[in-house]
């Protein structure tokens, strides 16, 4: 299991080391645990929801205008982070119930060549799947996605920031996946994962992004379980 501590974070060679480390079961190691996904999950996933984010400002400026009730940007912000936060929750839970039997080095990668293969190939089956793509075309259009959801009001704003949240959360949860395969707390394979989910969002919808990178994961696990196996 990884190792975690109650210090500052060191930040080298384009890892983030935590030295030492209390009992895995212990209430500061989980507390810790969710402190570090909860960070990264904000630093990865905000940037990718900056035009939903903007998106939402122009218009409730616009509606503020006309004397329609808004909410500030930060309200919807707050909604949307909120799913990133329950995926964090759920994440540091699944991981502390799973520790035992799921080895990982002090990077927080797995130890197991076939279980990396098989995110790989599960991250990539997932890419070309339907669900997939009906929630990155919302994600990819969040001008659409406003003109079919928009509620008036700091509850309305919430629940669009939720249900956009939710349709991000439903794009990518796999994606987060990989994390484990090349280290959660490698902060190459961080900025790698959070500029291909930003990328994917960011390119026009009808491309075929997320069906190549499909492609190449299940190739790379397939490959990776083929010498794991052999």
């Known amino acids: 299991m990884a190792a975690l501590s109650f210090g500052m974070?060191?930040?080298?060679?384009?890892?983030l080391m935590m030295p030492t480390a209390p009992s895995g079961g212990s209430a500061a190691y989980w507390v810790l645990l969710f402190i570090m996904w909860w960070t990264m999950m904000m630093a990865m996933m905000l940037p990718s929801a900056a035009p939903a984010i903007l998106t939402y400002g122009a218009m409730s400026r616009r509606f503020a205008e006309n004397g329609v009730s808004v909410a500030p940007v930060a309200v919807f912000s707050a909604g949307?982070?909120?799913?990133w936060t329950a995926f964090s929750l759920g994440a540091v839970t699944l991981q502390i119930?799973?520790?035992?039997?799921?080895?990982?080095?002090?990077?927080?990668?797995?130890?197991?060549?076939?279980?990396?293969g098989s995110v790989l190939v599960a991250a990539g089956l997932y890419q070309m799947t339907p669900l997939k793509h009906a929630c990155l075309r919302k994600c990819q259009s969040p001008l659409m996605f406003f003109a079919r959801n928009?509620?008036?009001?700091?509850a309305g704003a919430l629940r669009m920031g939720i249900s956009h949240g939710l349709y991000c959360l439903g794009c990518c949860w796999v994606l987060m996946g990989l994390l484990f395969y090349g280290g959660v707390m490698d902060l190459r394979w961080i900025a790698g994962i959070a500029a291909y989910v930003a990328a994917e969002k960011l390119i026009p919808a009808n491309t075929q992004m997320a069906r190549f990178a499909g492609m190449i994961l299940v190739i790379w696990g397939l490959w990776t379980l083929y010498f794991a196996l052999s």
């Open 9 to 15: 974070t060191i930040k080298l060679g384009g890892m």
């Open 80 to 83: 949307y982070a909120t799913i």
């Open 97 to 116: 119930l799973v520790h035992d039997l799921v080895p990982l080095t002090g990077m927080m990668a797995l130890t197991s060549a076939a279980a990396g």
């Open 150 to 154: 928009w509620r008036t009001g700091w």
